[in-house]
């Protein structure tokens, strides 16, 4: 039996990871599930972000369904004592490499987007963020009196492995990658460019590659995101351009994850705890659904049952949205609706 370990975290967390749950014991009633502490409710209740139990209990899962952590509450603390600190400590214990975003607009919902209809209609795009290097981890990182640093770092190889994701994904695709950096002006971006140029021309000549920088892809990817398929950025870009994606289906809360790399997979929202919104059941439980799909998919290797909780999700959208999407469906009233979907056939 599959053990999947389950991190709510802290704010809205606990909201979508019981909606997501929920949904993950109705498609898949075989696999065990043990929950663990994380972030801030870690620190209150262990005095760290990411406990020795948390941390065996990954090590031993076949795969990681995480919620959201931080909040206001921890926001003075000393770095070791922050709730990210304890999201960065467990991606990196978890050696999960590639964070592969989606992007997508399933028919029907273009309606739901603050863009024009004919600029959302059809999106779909994978932005693979690189998420164990860069400026968040290693490098000279103080603040000394007046001055602060952070070091950007990367090596051929931390490149090499995510492209190779990138371009592993775009050849079940459409064939094309996008690699966004800032080669312009960085020696980082320089070394990225070269990496993931030299490993399409000897390892996979049928992927079309074409390199952007970071500010025109801002701009782009909103104006036009049907140019993209596959975008591979590094860690610090495609954390920023996967937030701005989000506006193209019209939220973060419909925005799941995949964190892949060699062992269990790490399935996470890309949104925050929301504190505003927080404890008031009206969370959009979308981007922790879509998160079990992507760990029924990626992580326990059943993409039937990924499907079929995908077109849950977009049958419900189609009915009574959440607030964020300009409905008016609380957290289980959706998920209710999510539930109901699941007994039906697939649609779109
Ligand atoms: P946020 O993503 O929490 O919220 C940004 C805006 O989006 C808010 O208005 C929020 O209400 C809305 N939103 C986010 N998710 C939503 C959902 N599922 N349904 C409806 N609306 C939703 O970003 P923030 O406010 O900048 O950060 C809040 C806290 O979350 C901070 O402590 C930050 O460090 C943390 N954070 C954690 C993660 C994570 O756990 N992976 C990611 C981002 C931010
Ligand atoms: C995300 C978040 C995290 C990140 C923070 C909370 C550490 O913004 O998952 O996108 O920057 O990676
Ligand atoms: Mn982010």
Redesign the pocket.
């Known amino acids: 039996m599959p053990k999947v370990v389950v991190l709510a ?5 606990p909201e ?1 990871t019981a909606a997501a749950v929920e949904v993950l014991r109705e498609v898949a009633p075989d696999v065990t599930l043990e929950e663990h502490l994380i ?1 801030g409710v870690a620190v209150d209740a262990h005095g760290s972000p990411f406990p020795d139990v948390t941390r065996d209990a990954v090590l031993g899962a076949d795969a990681v369904l ?7 509450k ?2 003075g603390n000393p770095r070791p004592l922050r ?2 600190t304890g ?1 960065l400590a467990l991606r990196k214990a978890m050696g999960c490499f590639a964070n592969l975003r989606p992007v997508r607009v399933l028919p029907g919902l273009e309606k739901l987007s603050p863009l024009k209809e004919e600029v959302a209609r059809g999106v779909d795009i994978l932005i693979v963020r690189e998420l164990l290097g860069g400026i968040y981890f290693d490098g000279d990182r103080r603040i000394e009196g007046d001055t602060a640093y952070n070091t950007m770092r990367y090596t051929r190889s931390e490149v090499e492995r995510v492209s190779r994701v990138a371009f592993w994904a775009a050849e079940q695709r459409r064939g094309r990658v996008t690699s966004v950096d800032k080669a312009n002006v960085l020696e980082v971006s320089e070394l990225w460019r070269g990496t993931v140029q030299d490993l399409r021309d000897r390892e996979y000549r049928s992927v079309k590659l074409n390199h952007e920088y970071v500010d025109s892809v801002a701009m782009l990817i909103v104006k036009d995101p049907a140019r993209y398929d596959v975008i591979v950025t590094e860690n610090l870009f495609g954390d920023i351009l996967s ?1 701005l994606a989000a506006v193209i289906p019209g ?3 419909v925005m799941p994850s995949a964190s892949l790399g060699d062992g269990p997979g790490l399935f ?10 927080a404890g008031q059941g ?7 659904i879509l998160s079990v799909a992507m760990l029924l998919r990626h992580g326990l290797k059943r993409p039937d049952t990924a499907n079929r909780v995908e077109s849950a999700v977009a049958q419900a959208m189609r009915g009574n949205a ?3 999407l300009g409905g008016t469906a609380t957290t289980t009233q959706f998920t209710r609706a999510v539930l109901e979907g699941l007994g039906q056939p697939a649609v779109g």
């Open positions: 975290g802290d704010g809205i967390g979508v972030g995480l919620g959201t952590v931080g909040g206001p921890w926001d709730p990210e999201l937030d939220s973060l809360g996470e929202p890309i949104h925050g705890s929301a504190p505003d919104i009206v969370a959009n439980p979308a981007a922790a959440t607030r964020d």
